[in-house]
């Protein structure tokens, strides 16, 4: 008998359904395309629109109902621990320009909220970074020292509102925290009011880059545009290789209704056991309040995920005993192998391609800010940012060669390894369950639904070729080397891959 509730869309899809728009079945010609309706993509043709261009998103799936639709929803430029590395890597401008360039893309997300209107449940909060292992106290106030160095109000403090003991923390005053989809689908609103054109159900399949570019599309529609931006989270045209520049994260969420008198009063995270992040949210109309508990980061399609959703639960019962778990969810991140977002133009040679890419977590205040990088390389303005991002940027062994190694190793691992992989047969497969299976010298994938009915399909990754594995927890078929989802049906669920897993009869 499962401990959480059963995994599925998020809170904030839940509560905000918002309306459908409709998938793109004319030829279109455009100043911009944007591909993704995440906030990296949404923010980006908004502010576009409001410079006065012509906008148009193409979406493969549904307005922020991805990555951006699963989020926490924290809106903070602290950044669990970010500041002393940055320091370091980067020098303390490169710092200060990165807090910085947070704080004010959170700054210009609430004076929208003003200026829209937009009931979107916007509260102002501490943002704390605790550890409650003694040996972390030295790192803790390093981190505040850099973060206050860097221009943040930041200290160190050892008191929090969380109801047990830490040894210490770091808080930043004065960030924020919201419903990120009641936010998003008013600015598509009034993007669309301004001109901007919005489409679902479109996948983008080929990008031509010339003057102007084009795009093709799955409904056989194609975008013409000077210029494209490319938020998929994880990059659907790589040129510049990205890939080996960014590892998927995937991280588990359960959340329930708490009496508002247990409200920890704060958006915290700790590195301590593979992450544990905490908020709470305004719920229903008895004042009571939603805590939301995020952590056990994995790569997608490794582990026991749930189990690892038993974990989580575990922890917020054992630190919020009153707490009834009610919502379970998953979210994915790309993290950059230094650390620093990738946006900025989509590869060396590019001169209309764009990229918003590796947010390691933290896509909100990270995705605002790419839109406005993004729109002032558009419209020519300078950006004292732009160099920070800069996809472009010199690898240098210091900051980025472990943990490019690390992730360059664990595809290889999943891309050889897994091929040698002991299999089951597709029989032993039981309901609810999948497994990769051989047959006729081919790896396929079986799921078996609650009915018995076997769903086979090609286990080979449509991006570049890895073995999937199944998620229990969600049924979904996840790909380890980059991060693509897939349904029972062999359906796109997440990117980089835009084509499905194909079918197999067994
Ligand atoms: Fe790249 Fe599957 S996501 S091979």
New binding site residues.
């Given amino acids: 008998m499962s401990e959480h509730p059963q995994a599925s869309c998020s809170y904030w899809i839940r509560t905000a359904p918002g309306p459908s728009r409709p998938p793109l079945e004319e030829d279109l010609d455009v100043d911009v395309a944007v591909i993704g309706a995440g906030v990296a993509g949404l923010s980006t043709a908004y502010e576009l629109a409001r410079a006065g261009l012509g906008v148009a998103v193409v979406e493969a799936r549904r307005v922020a109902a991805g990555v951006t639709g699963h989020t926490t929803a924290k809106l903070t430029a602290l950044h669990t621990l970010v500041y002393d590395k940055l320091r370091r890597t980067r020098g303390p401008e490169g710092a200060r320009l990165y807090a910085r360039s947070q704080s004010e893309a959170i700054e210009h997300a609430a004076a929208l909220v003003d200026e829209l209107g937009a009931d979107c449940e916007w509260e102002t909060k501490s943002a704390y970074t605790y550890a409650c292992d003694a040996a972390r106290v030295d790192e803790l106030r390093a981190e505040a020292k850099a973060a206050r160095d860097a221009g943040l109000p930041a200290s160190f403090v050892t008191e929090t509102g969380l109801p047990f003991p830490v040894a210490g923390a770091v808080r930043v005053t004065g960030q924020a925290q919201f419903h990120p989809r009641k936010y998003l689908l008013a600015l598509a609103d009034d993007l669309i009011a301004r001109g901007g054109r919005v489409y679902e159900d479109t996948t983008v399949l080929g990008l031509e880059e010339s003057t102007p570019c084009r795009l093709t599309t799955g409904t056989g529609a194609t975008v013409t545009a000077r210029d494209v931006v490319v938020a998929t989270h994880y990059p659907i045209f790589d040129r510049a290789l990205l890939?080996t520049r960014l590892s998927p994260r995937r991280e588990l969420v359960v959340a329930g209704p708490l009496e508002a008198d247990r409200d920890p009063d704060g958006m915290y995270i700790t590195p301590d056991e593979g992450t544990r992040s905490v908020r709470t949210a305004p719920y229903g109309e008895s004042g009571q309040r939603l805590l939301i508990v995020t952590g056990e980061h994995f790569t997608p399609g490794t582990g026991d995920t749930p189990a690892r959703f038993e974990r989580l639960s575990g922890w917020a019962r054992e630190h919020f005993p009153d707490v009834d778990l009610t919502h379970a969810w998953a979210t994915q991140d790309n993290d950059s192998t230094d650390t620093v977002p990738l946006v900025g133009p989509l590869h060396p040679g590019a001169r209309h391609t764009y990229v918003a890419s590796g947010f390691g977590g933290w896509g909100l205040s990270g995705g605002m800010m790419a839109g406005q990088l993004i729109t002032a390389l558009i419209t020519g303005k300078d950006c004292a940012w732009r160099e920070l991002y800069d996809p472009r940027r010199v690898r240098t062994a210091v900051r980025e060669a472990p943990s490019f190694l690390k992730h360059q190793a664990q595809v290889a691992r999943h891309f050889v390894g897994d091929r040698l992989r002991q299999t089951t047969s597709a029989d032993a497969v039981a309901p609810g369950e999948g497994a990769v299976v051989r047959a006729d010298g081919e790896r396929i994938a079986v799921h078996r639904d609650d009915d018995g009915h076997p769903h086979a399909l090609s286990a080979r990754?449509t991006?570049?070729?890895?073995l999937?594995s199944f998620n229990a927890a969600e049924r979904a078929w996840e790909?380890p080397?980059?991060?693509?989802r897939f349904d029972i049906d062999g359906k796109v669920i997440q990117g980089?891959?835009t084509r499905p897993l194909e079918q197999r009869d067994l």
């Fill in positions: 890939f990754c991006h570049l070729g890895c999937v790909c080397c980059h991060g693509s980089p891959a």
